[in-house]
């Protein structure tokens, strides 16, 4: 026991010792890094750390003097010359903080055995550090605490030992050794340390977690966020800044470092408030933001103001407008003045009315005109005070329309005769509803004309008629002329002719004898032409004509028929003559035929193409000069980052190129820290993409490679990648619309196929969707070329294969053809029937080989067509050369959207019935509903306020959400009736 107390002194000696700068620099390792939450530190305890030991001669508590001369608490233990040691020290209870995962951070010296002198082997130069979680406060007594009560962290070395010699000279050799322990449930635990006969100083000890700080970034806050308890990423949803709203959900991933990864969302200043210095400040006056999306707050457009601050709208001058379909940034406008200029043109019971466009139109380009019109019953002709006018009513016919006319012309039919009309043309603009002014009219009088008296006396000789006739009253107005029509009887529709005269009689000359003709007569006054008076018959004069037996008529009839047959013959002849001499001129302006051209040995026709492999040029940047155009990063505007790829951050922007509209893209950036090969594969993809050019495959609009960071610019897919699509818009399409999806992916696929190219990765997360839902081939990072033999195939050197997407032979050998592409086509076809569900459901890779070595097929998903099936299951044939070919499966799924019918059939063996047609005869809501099998809604719409079907007529998918009809399939099903309901009302209708 003397000996005990004689190391323990002198190892209480050697921290009295210790050097203060020394000292000094462990005071300095308290400035923990931002990301630590420390929950314990016995260096800055004050007082007595109080920590429970067993037995009373081991780990004794001892104080020394830091730089600052306050005291610090440490234990320390140096029984080593006494055999079977057990010593324990344990800490008082040490709170979690709500971490999973906490951190020990030990530093301490340690005794080397060696310099111990006439030491035997119980030395030791470790220590175990064991742990208890606990939620009462309690932990076993030291004194029967056994192994088993205690989770062990680990067994403790130092990487510095001291001897004699170092404290003689006042060198201090601080170990420093940090733990973790993970999985932590309970509201805290206990620390404890187990000598088992070593020379120790325990200096510090802190515990701590980790956690990512707050932090703001893209107008939103992320919160201070506790690391996980394992490697794993914490997904952390961000909170708008105060004045903001969500463009996209705010996110980023807290690391199990501590540190912030891949922000993901963004906020954007409300309507009203623009971004600045990382907060939305108000608009100021006179200025205004009308939307949430609009990047700054702009000056109020003409004749419009705003008085005070945040304005989301500028207020009209007195006397200007804004329709409610006019954005807010469209200048305030006025109702146009009257038309100008009005003629018309009678003709029987018709006019024909004209007038030019109003001097003013307001400011506005979506000027109509509205005909108005009143029949006046008087003998004034001016529709003054003697006449008493009503509406025309429902008489009068208006081609092409009496309202909303767009052409500055109207015909009006169907009038009465010797009637005098006023017609009101009125001139509107889209806030003339607005103004409570007067309406700007101008006004036109119109008198149709009176019937022209019958033919009252006629005089026939063999080849002419003479007609006279009456004139009309003189309240039809002063004649212009008379208008004679005739035309052989029963030849109406073949042959007239129409003479003109001022005069009340005419004859009419030129006509066959014996021969009946058919007259009628007009006048046109200063008001336009009248009626015709009604038809006439009258037959010329008979004369004797030729008899068959004649000598004379004989030979004039052989003179006739020879020089029929001499006229025949020169024509047939000149057309023969003529036709060589066309072809002659054709066949000498018609091009010469372009040799074929011949590529790696084989034919290739004029005009084709065939991928070349960037591998094959010995330069590699050589190949990006040649199919990738070089952008000048100045012309590109990085707005947000929308994902991370496999070379670094994925974002949305805006390029804009000279003489060229400003285009939204996707940029694609090289992380720092690249090597020459990492640069080489990054440009692989734009070498590849800029041989294509087809809409259904991502266009590339350049590169960046003259300065950091390398990009890659592709046009910009609103919709992102189709299984993601497809999984939020679950039951929202038609079949129709879905085999138009699958067939633009085959139209991009055979066009890759025939430039000799295999893309080796088809899959819907591979393919693009933009805001046409037109879907287009991306991600080439796996493609591969074929060789020249179409029957060629490329062997990779290793790496993943999609197993779930790919052939079977592709799998076993590791060789690709444009047929094992078709094989991944139609797991494309089955991830768009089923709305993006995973193929194989959870069957592992090794499971899915061995069931379709052993013939297993994907089943039809829900709701699919027998046809589509099929395709998909002629896609999965084993035998790669039994496949069809992209071209085929393109002209397939043409038939089937030329013909919808074909997709009636299911493949559950029911067929699809067409329950969104309602019938005909409905009359009520309730029996609408009824009809299409959505009876369940009708207390929906009632209490909507929709209790007539021309109310119906106008619901929309948002209004069913509010009505609280939720499910995707039944709204779809009542829109598309709805839709038929249009037609019905207005067959001509574009729904």
């Not at 006229?567 to 035929?593: D, M, N, T, W």
């Not at 089943?859 to 998909?872: G, R, S, T, Y």
Request: hydrophobic share 35%; proline share 5%.
């Amino acid at each position: 026991m003397a000996l005990h107390r004689i190391y323990s002194c002198l190892l209480l000696l050697l921290l009295l010792l210790f050097s203060p700068h020394t000292l000094i620099r462990c005071g300095a390792l308290r400035n923990y890094p931002e990301n630590e939450v420390t929950l314990l530190d016995s260096m800055s305890t004050p007082g007595d750390l109080g920590w429970e030991t067993y037995p009373a001669e081991g780990w004794e508590e001892i104080s020394v003097m830091d730089e600052r001369n306050t005291p610090m608490r440490t234990y320390q233990v140096c029984n080593v010359m006494e055999p079977n040691q057990n010593n324990w020290l344990r800490t008082g209870l040490i709170s979690r903080g709500g971490a999973q995962r906490i951190y020990v951070e030990l530093k301490f010296t340690l005794r080397d055995c060696n310099s111990l002198p006439g030491m035997s082997g119980t030395c030791k130069e470790t220590f175990n550090v064991y742990y208890h979680e606990s939620n009462s406060g309690t932990a076993p007594p030291l004194r029967h605490a056994r192994e088993s009560q205690y989770v062990k962290v680990d067994t403790i070395a130092a990487d510095e030992s001291f001897t004699q010699t170092d404290v003689g000279d006042r060198v201090m050799k601080l170990n420093t050794e940090v733990r973790d322990i993970g999985g932590l449930t309970k509201r805290g635990l206990y620390l404890a340390f187990q000598d088992l006969g070593a020379c120790i100083a325990l200096v510090s000890v802190r515990v701590f977690y980790k956690r990512c700080p707050m932090v703001a970034l893209n107008l939103a806050r992320f919160a201070n966020t506790v690391t996980g308890g394992d490697s794993a990423l914490v997904e952390v949803r961000g909170a708008c800044v105060e004045d903001a709203e969500e463009l996209e959900p705010p996110r980023m991933f807290c690391s199990a470092d501590g540190g912030w990864l891949v922000p993901i969302g963004s906020c954007v200043c409300k309507s009203g408030f623009e971004e600045a210095d990382g907060r939305c400040q108000p608009c100021r006056s006179g200025f205004y933001k009308a939307s949430a999306m609009d990047a700054y707050c702009v000056k109020c457009p003409p004749h419009s103001s705003s008085q005070q601050t945040q304005a989301s709208e500028c207020v009209c001058e007195r006397g200007f407008y804004r329709a409610e379909t006019d954005p807010g940034s469209m200048a305030c406008t006025r109702p146009p003045s009257a038309p100008g200029n009005p003629t018309s043109m009678v003709n029987e019971t018709a006019v024909t009315l004209e007038w030019s466009p109003p001097r003013d139109t307001g400011g506005r380009g979506d000027v109509t005109y509205s005909i108005h019109c009143k029949k006046c019953l008087g003998t004034s002709r001016s529709g003054g005070p003697g006449e008493r006018c009503v509406p025309c009513g429902s008489g009068p016919r208006f081609s092409p329309r009496q309202l909303g006319l767009t052409q500055t012309r109207v015909l009006v039919t169907d009038l009465q005769p010797r009637t005098n009309y006023t017609f009101s043309i009125e001139a509107q603009n889209g806030v003339s509803d607005l103004s409570p002014g007067p309406r700007h009219l101008v006004s036109i009088n119109v008198t149709t004309s009176q019937t022209v008296s019958v033919i009252v006396k006629e005089r026939r000789s063999k080849d002419s008629i003479t007609l006279a006739w009456q004139a009309p009253e003189p309240s039809d107005g002063t004649v212009v002329e008379y208008e004679v029509t005739y035309y052989e009887k029963n030849q109406r529709d073949q042959n007239y002719t129409v003479l003109k005269t001022k005069s009340t009689s005419m004859t009419v000359e030129g006509l066959k004898p014996g021969t009946t003709y058919v007259f009628r007569v007009r006048a046109r006054t200063e008001g336009g032409y009248g009626n015709y008076g009604g038809e006439i018959e009258l037959e010329t004069s008979h004369e004797d004509v030729l008899a068959v037996g004649d000598p004379n008529q004989q030979t004039i009839l052989a003179v006739s028929i020879a020089g029929g047959v001499v006229f025949f013959v020169l024509l047939v002849a000149c057309f023969v003559v003529s036709g060589r001499h066309c072809g002659y001129i054709k066949a000498k302006q018609e091009p010469e035929e372009e040799k074929l051209q011949f590529q790696h040995g084989r034919v290739q026709l004029p005009g084709s193409r065939t991928y070349i492999h960037p591998h094959t040029y010995e330069d590699p940047n050589q190949a990006v000069r040649d199919f990738a155009k070089e952008i000048d990063v100045s012309s590109i505007r990085i707005e947000r980052v929308i994902g991370a790829g496999e070379f670094g951050e994925v974002c949305s922007g805006r390029l804009r190129l000279p003489s060229r509209r400003e285009i939204h893209v996707a940029i694609k950036s090289l992380k720092a820290g690249y090597s020459d090969q990492q640069r080489r594969d990054f440009l692989s993809e734009a070498s590849i993409m800029g041989q294509f050019d087809h809409p259904n495959i991502i266009r590339l609009e350049g590169v960046v490679t003259r300065c950091k960071p390398v990009m890659i610019i592709t046009e910009y897919m609103e919709n992102g990648s189709l299984d993601t699509f497809l999984k939020k818009h679950d039951g929202q399409f038609t079949v129709i619309q879905l085999v138009g999806m699958m067939r633009g992916i085959a139209a991009g696929v055979q066009y890759l196929s025939e430039m000799n190219y295999v893309h080796r990765d088809l899959a819907a997360r591979n393919i693009l969707v933009n805001g046409n839902l037109v879907c287009k081939v991306s991600d080439f990072g796996l493609s591969r070329v074929l060789e020249d033999d179409p029957e060629a195939a490329y062997t990779t050197r290793g790496g993943k294969i999609p197993i779930r997407w790919t052939a079977p032979e592709a799998i076993a050998y590791r060789k690709f053809t444009s047929a094992s592409d078709v094989w991944s086509y139609g797991i494309v076809m089955w991830e768009v029937i089923s709305y993006g569900e995973r193929p194989y459901w959870e069957m592992s890779n090794q499971d899915v080989i061995k069931a379709i070595d052993e013939g297993y097929r994907l089943p039809a998903p829900m709701d699919c067509p027998v046809v589509l099936h099929q395709l998909m299951l002629d896609c999965w044939e084993k035998n790669r050369g039994e496949r069809p070919k992209f071209n085929q499966i393109v002209s397939a799924l043409d038939r089937l959207i030329r013909n919808p019918s074909s997709l009636k059939q299911l493949a559950n063996g029911t067929v699809w019935e067409d329950t969104t047609t309602p019938e005909s005869d409905v009359s009520t809501v309730e029996d609408w509903l009824d009809s299409i099998k959505m009876g369940q809604y009708k207390d929906h719409f009632s209490n909507a306020g929709y209790v007539t079907l021309n109310a119906v007529l106008y619901v929309s998918i948002s209004d069913l959400g509010k009505m609280g009809i939720a499910l995707a399939g039944h709204q779809k099903k009542i829109l598309s009736s709805i839709q038929s309901l249009q037609l019905q009302q207005n067959p001509h209708v574009q729904v």
